[in-house]
C-alpha cells in the first residue's frame, strides 16, 4: 500500500489548510485511514482517524476545527483544518490500517504544516 500526502504548507494563525492523502497498491481490506503529526521534540500523535463506515476520531486539541472525511470509491481521505494556532505546527503523517480500531500499518511521507502567529 502507498499513501501520498499533500496539501500542507505556511499559514498565519487563523487560516486554514486542506491535507489529502491518496491510497493505491494492495488496497483491498483497508478499513481506517486518518491522520497524526509530529510536533519539534515531540512523539507522534493521532490527529483524527475515520473507519470505512465513516466514524471517526479526532485528538481533544483540534475537535471543531478539524474535519476529516473520506472517499472510499477513490481511496482518499482529507483533513480540513480551520482556525489554525502555531501548535498545530507540525509534519502530518498520512496512515491506514486493516483494523478498524487498530493501529495504522502503512504510512505515508510526511507533509509539513507551519503556522505563524
Known amino acids: 500500500v502507498q499513501l501520498v500526502a499533500s496539501g500542507g504548507g505556511l499559514v498565519q494563525a487563523g487560516g486554514s489548510l486542506r491535507l489529502s492523502c491518496a491510497a493505491s497498491?494492495?488496497?483491498?481490506?483497508?478499513?481506517?485511514m486518518g491522520w497524526y503529526r509530529q510536533g519539534p521534540g515531540m512523539e507522534r500523535t493521532l490527529v483524527a482517524r475515520?473507519?470505512?463506515?465513516?466514524?471517526?476520531m479526532y485528538a481533544d486539541s483540534v475537535k471543531d476545527r478539524f474535519t476529516i472525511s473520506r472517499d472510499n470509491a477513490k481511496n482518499t481521505v482529507d483533513l480540513q483544518m480551520t482556525n489554525l494556532k502555531p501548535e498545530d505546527t507540525a509534519v502530518y503523517y498520512c496512515?491506514?490500517?486493516?483494523?478498524?480500531?487498530?493501529?495504522?500499518?502503512?504510512w505515508g511521507q510526511g507533509t509539513n504544516v507551519t503556522v505563524s502567529s
Open positions: 475515520i473507519t470505512r463506515g465513516g466514524t471517526k
Open positions: 497498491g494492495d488496497i483491498n481490506g483497508l478499513d481506517v
Open positions: 496512515g491506514a490500517g486493516r483494523a478498524a480500531w487498530g493501529n495504522f500499518d502503512f
